[in-house]
């Protein structure tokens, strides 16, 4: 196999872990381009009101679809959203969560509903599924990329602050980009990270954004931010299977039934036989901090997609409002949704 070697600046690296999760500086592979064309019907009715994204790269008789939304709430949910803007309200009151933002959808349906949908959150760790699926679809342009090796000769993380289960990387060893990627989203291991991070061309990477209108990044923040509802749209693309093939999203979605973290959305979940396909992500600021995590629900019959951002002083109660909504949002899958 062979042995790749990062020359990324650090200071690049760096700014990768610290929550945006961009790219290197030079090109590894070019990917066909799939920037977005969107189109929402008009008010008669054309269309149901679906807003679509569309690639602006298409054949004469072919226009690929990527994703399709309703751009209204579903009323049929609002039950359920009381009961999360309840919870949302009783966990404000103790002051230490300041704000936070809810986005559930059906996945048989497609109905949803969103509290706080246009609030805007540091996306941090939660990056590093567009880091994976960089990488998985590099290995459909280039059959054999995921068994490349890098070697870890040191620590790219400077104060490596984070919720880590797991084991560490071996300085001296070399991982193949597979096994990166499993300590990565198993174990949400910024080191590994960091190293994957480092053969990322960031015109490739960007239009994992543009695919589905989300706001490309900006290689030179430190910040990444969306909304609950966009922050979705990650997941809803491997449950599609709109950007990877199915073979690589399967992978993906397997992979995140294996993270560690039940601190968030499945620390209230006595099944412990229900698949969760999750990753959360936490962001620390001199006078605040942010939990989030997302996730999709295979219970029963009735998936569901759910993500909670939080911002708030004390990262124990944004886990415990993350968890009590998670189990008011699988109750309800239980109960009501069919």
Not at 156 to 164: A, E, G, K
Not at 274 to 295: D, M, W
Request: include cysteine; aromatic fraction near 10%.
């Amino acid at each position: 196999m062979k042995l790749l070697k990062t020359s990324v600046p650090l200071w690049l690296v760096l700014i990768i872990v610290a929550g945006l999760g961009t790219g290197s500086i030079f090109s590894i592979c070019a990917f066909k381009s799939r920037s977005v064309e969107k189109t929402s019907s008009n008010s008669n009715n054309d269309n149901c009101g679906i807003i679509s994204y569309n690639s602006s790269r298409h054949g004469a008789f072919t226009r690929p679809l990527i994703m399709a939304d309703s751009p209204n709430e579903s009323v049929e949910l609002f039950d359920l959203k009381s009961n999360f803007t309840e919870a949302i309200n009783s966990a404000s009151a103790s002051g230490s969560v300041s704000s936070a933002s809810v986005y559930f959808r059906d996945l048989n349906s497609g109905r949803w509903i969103s509290i706080n949908g246009n609030e805007l959150y540091s996306m941090a760790s939660i990056m590093k599924l567009v880091a994976m699926m960089y990488h998985l679809h590099v290995d459909e342009v280039k059959p054999g990329w995921l068994n490349q090796k890098i070697l870890v000769q040191k620590s790219l993380v400077v104060d490596n602050v984070q919720t880590q289960e797991g084991p560490e990387l071996v300085l001296g060893k070399a991982y193949t980009i597979k096994e990166l990627i499993i300590y990565m989203i198993k174990y949400s291991n910024n080191n590994a990270t960091a190293h994957l991070n480092s053969f990322i061309d960031f015109n490739d990477y960007k239009l994992f954004f543009s695919d589905i209108g989300l706001p490309l990044p900006d290689p030179k923040a430190i910040d990444y931010t969306l909304t609950s509802g966009q922050c979705s749209r990650f997941l809803q693309e491997l449950y599609n299977s709109s950007v990877l093939t199915n073979k690589n999203s399967e992978f993906a979605l397997s992979l995140l039934t294996e993270s560690v973290y039940r601190g968030g959305l499945l620390r209230n979940i006595a099944d412990k036989d229900i698949k969760v396909a999750h990753k959360f992500g936490e962001r620390l600021y001199p006078n605040s901090c942010q939990i989030h995590e997302t996730a999709i629900f295979y219970t029963n019959e009735n998936p569901f997609l759910i993500t909670v951002l939080t911002n708030g002083s004390d990262t124990a109660q944004e886990a415990t409002l993350i968890g009590k909504i998670g189990s008011i949002a699988a109750d309800y899958s239980k109960n009501k949704l069919n």
